[in-house]
């Protein structure tokens, strides 16, 4: 392996892991266009090192092999915990396809048009199911509110009425008494569909005799 078929190795990494990095930056990601480009040439620098080491008679793997590990930690940087709500799975996981990406180039040889190929369907990935998957979230989002209105089974089905008519399905209800006289409060859990307006439901709820207030939650 010559000076520069390693040099040249380190420019593909950067190219293919950039082609990554770039999606991952315009999304806003906490790991974008820098990150996956150090890791993917880390990556394919240390499978060089691990080669050059090891030499004509012994494994070249075991360098090698700890990148699998030591990206892991990076990875999990990159994941964030808010209440019930779990960020940063994808991006981490494109880091560690990266890696594995910059291993291949380092390898070299059919490997390099191996890494080639899996960067392009890790970005179409990233950017093609990304749409597919919005798409489908879209059509089962689940929104809650909880009305405050007058007690009575009139006004639920006024309100019933009213959510049914924009483009929403009810999945529960729950109901309780309120703290005044003929109040009571709802509390529902709805699906709401692709073409959901949500400030006309709003308005719609406002101009409701039954509904005295409303929260989205």
């Not at 749409?131 to 209105?149: F, G, P, Q, S």
């Amino acid at each position: 392996m010559t000076l520069w078929d390693m040099v040249l190795r380190l420019i593909i990494s950067l190219v293919l892991a950039s082609l990554i990095g770039m999606e991952r930056e315009t999304h806003g990601r906490p790991a974008g266009l820098r990150t996956h480009v150090l890791v993917c040439m880390g990556a394919t620098l240390f499978t060089i090192c691990s080669y050059i080491i090891a030499g004509p008679h012994n494994d070249p793997g075991r360098i090698a092999a700890q990148i699998v590990t030591g990206v892991g930690f990076l990875g999990a940087g990159t994941i964030i915990h808010q209440g019930s709500v779990v960020r940063g799975l994808t991006t981490a996981a494109s880091i560690w396809a990266v890696a594995a990406i910059g291993l291949a180039v380092g390898i070299g040889g059919q490997m390099m048009w191996v890494a080639t190929i899996a960067s392009a369907m890790v970005f179409g990935t990233l950017y093609l199911m990304g749409r597919v998957d919005k798409y489908l979230v879209a059509a089962h989002d689940e929104r809650r509110i909880t009305i405050t209105a007058n007690r009575g089974p009139e006004g639920l089905c006024d309100i019933l009425r009213i959510i049914a008519s924009h483009h929403t399905k009810l999945r529960s209800v729950d109901s309780r008494e309120g703290d005044e006289e003929d109040v009571q409060i709802l509390r529902l859990r709805l699906i709401a569909g692709r073409d959901f307006d949500e400030t006309a439901l709003a308005g719609d709820l406002a101009s409701s005799k039954s509904v005295i207030s409303y929260t989205w939650e």
